[in-house]
């Protein structure tokens, strides 16, 4: 049997990669949240936990697990809080919800949680739709949550959604992105995570962004991170991108679940993240180190997927032998 963490070396890795690409990337493992919020089918909290604890398990470090939001906006993820306590914590991963506002974040806090992310937007109509607010309104609610959180000593990631384009407004132009970053830099986010929400990004869109964004960070590409779905096929390739552009920080989605249940204009279906398996995979033959292992990660999307009686969406998965449904 073809050991799966391995399967480049049967077509190499080329030898110019080293030069093009990062010698390590974090994965930040976003399926148990941003891949369930948007699902119908309600699944039991026991499933995510299983979910969850065989994500700790593949060497993952940074594991996105919940929101703790309005259960009225995501019912999916009103059991935040058990999700959260009945988790078996590895050490050697930080364990981070999605916080929109001072409410969550205490709950956050009360469960243990290890890192918090706010979550923005550089669309007017998407902030609105999904939080409820102005941009402005946001990032003033989210700068006293920063504040909280850092009296707490929680680390705070930022998201910008609709980095490139956005279900109503259309195209964004890097420089409003630019603004809403350096916002949630300057209030005292870490990192921020840059979100293709509806996957219309492109080599050349994402090339312009990380253009106008490398002005904002002054080079310092670690306070990036991107964040892509795969609605059109594009996110891997937008990823090899921001690779080249210096980014070190992917997000992904086991299974390539998930969508935002805000991003779907007049209903059109939303789609997941990309997936973790096809992430994994491009890296490892890029030569490219994460530190996760294949077979963990398939194993866990097939928990998931068996749970939604659903085939995986990603290549990978599907190609390397994930249980067919
Ligand atoms: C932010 C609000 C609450 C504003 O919603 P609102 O209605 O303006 O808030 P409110 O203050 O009027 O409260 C309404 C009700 O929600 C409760 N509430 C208020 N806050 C909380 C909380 N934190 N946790 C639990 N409950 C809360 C509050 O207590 C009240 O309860 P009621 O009195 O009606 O019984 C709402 O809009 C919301 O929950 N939105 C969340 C939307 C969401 O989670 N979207 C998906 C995540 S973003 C995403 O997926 C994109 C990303 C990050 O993946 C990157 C990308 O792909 O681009």
């Known amino acids: 049997m073809i050991d799966r963490n391995k399967m480049y070396h049967l077509f190499r890795r080329g030898v110019s990669s080293a030069a093009r690409f990062p010698a390590e990337v974090s994965i930040v493992e976003v399926g148990p949240r941003d891949g369930l919020q948007n699902e119908e089918l309600n699944i039991p909290t026991e499933n995510k936990i299983e979910f969850v604890d065989k994500l700790s398990q593949s060497g993952l470090q940074r594991i996105e697990v919940t929101s703790f939001v309005s259960a009225k906006w995501v ?10 306590k009945k988790i078996s914590r590895n050490p050697n991963v930080r364990y981070s919800t999605l916080t929109p506002n001072l409410k969550g974040l205490n709950d956050a806090l009360d469960s243990n949680t290890q890192e918090i992310a706010i979550f923005g937007a550089a669309s007017e109509t998407f902030t609105k739709k999904n939080i409820n607010c102005t941009i402005e309104q946001s990032l003033k609610q989210f700068d006293q949550v920063v504040q909280q959180a850092n009296a707490n000593k929680l680390p705070i990631r930022g998201y910008v959604s609709c980095v490139v384009g956005c279900p109503y407004e259309g195209f964004i132009k890097p420089k409003i992105v630019g603004q809403v970053v350096e916002k949630m830099l300057s209030m005292g986010c870490y990192e921020v995570s840059l979100g293709d929400t509806i996957g219309v990004g492109n080599p050349n869109t994402v090339r312009d962004l990380l253009t106008e964004l490398k002005r904002v960070v002054s080079g310092n590409m670690d306070l990036l991170a991107i964040h892509c779905h795969d609605t059109y096929g594009m996110a891997l390739v937008n990823i090899v991108e921001a690779l080249e552009s210096g980014i070190r920080v992917v997000d992904s989605s086991t299974a390539g679940l998930g969508g935002c249940p805000y991003a779907s204009k007049g209903g059109a279906a939303v789609s997941g993240n990309v997936a973790t398996e096809d992430v994994l995979y491009l890296l490892n ?8 292992d294949m077979n ?13 009686n659903r085939k995986t969406n ?7 032998g994930c249980k067919k449904n």
């Open 285 to 292: 033959s890029l030569g490219v180190r994460t530190g996760v």
């Open 296 to 308: 963990t990660i398939l194993a866990a999307s097939d928990i998931i997927t068996s749970v939604l």
């Open 314 to 320: 990603s290549k990978v998965g599907l190609a390397l």
């Open 75 to 84: 019912p999916q993820l009103a059991d935040a809080k058990e999700v959260m």
